[in-house]
């Protein structure tokens, strides 16, 4: 199973990103998430969604802002992140849960296999 993520750079606050992970294998219909590190920061849970796309969930400081959503035909899942400040800059993980679930989790201890990380910049 491997995860490549992309669609980092850098912008300007209230800009906006959308991030996408393509999950190889049979990873296509997993629980996929996403996940953030800042410099200096622990990696922290950003958003996740279901296999089937049915159930999310996001991280109280992206509500409202970020949307994930996926595209199993394309093996892809998507961050469409809006309004964009300073304090979403990190480099960012989508990570795979292994298995079919309905449910989501937003621990990253769930998640056995992650991508390489795509940086995102904010300048305010």
């Known amino acids: 199973v491997q995860l490549q993520a992309s669609g980092g750079g850098s912008v300007q606050a209230g800009d906006s990103l959308r991030l996408s992970c393509t999950v190889s294998?049979?990873?296509?219909?997993?629980?996929i998430g996403w996940f953030r590190q800042a410099p200096g920061k622990e990696r922290e849970f950003v958003s996740t969604i279901s296999g089937s796309g049915e159930a999310t969930n996001y991280a109280d400081s992206v509500k409202g802002r970020f949307t994930i959503s996926r595209d199993n035909a394309k093996n892809t899942v998507y961050l469409q992140m809006n309004s964009l400040n300073s304090e979403d800059t990190a480099i960012y993980y989508c990570a795979a849960r292994q298995g079919y679930h309905t449910n989501v989790v937003t621990s990253a201890r769930y998640y056995r296999y992650w991508g390489q990380g795509t940086q995102v910049t904010v300048s305010s």
């Open positions: 294998g049979r990873a296509f219909n997993w629980v």
